[in-house]
C-alpha cells in the first residue's frame, strides 16, 4: 500500500511539472505587412522601399493588429509588398 501511494505521489509531481513547464512556454511572435490601409500575416518572402511608413510590424501570436494595432515588439519602416 505505502509503495502505491509513493507511485501515484511519483506520477502527480511528474504530471503538475510538465504542467507547469507547458503553461510557461513562449509563444510565437507573428509579422504582419501594412499594406496602406491593413495588416496581413507575412506567409513568404517581402519587401520595404525605402520610405518612412510603417511597413512591418511583429506582434505577440494571437494579436490581430487590424482589431488592435497597439503593443507591437518590433517595426520595419518603407512601403510593403509581397
Do not use: H
Request: hydrophobic residues 35%; aromatic residues 10%.
Amino acid at each position: 500500500m505505502k509503495r502505491i501511494k509513493l507511485n501515484f505521489a511519483a506520477i502527480a509531481f511528474l504530471l503538475g511539472t510538465g504542467v507547469a513547464v507547458a503553461s510557461t512556454a513562449q509563444k510565437a511572435n507573428v509579422k504582419w505587412g501594412f499594406n496602406g490601409t491593413s495588416y496581413e500575416e507575412v506567409t513568404g518572402d517581402y519587401s520595404c522601399e525605402s520610405s518612412i511608413n510603417t511597413c512591418t510590424r511583429t506582434y505577440p501570436e494571437g494579436q490581430n493588429p487590424n482589431v488592435n494595432d497597439s503593443g507591437y515588439i518590433l517595426q520595419e519602416l518603407g512601403n510593403f509588398s509581397q
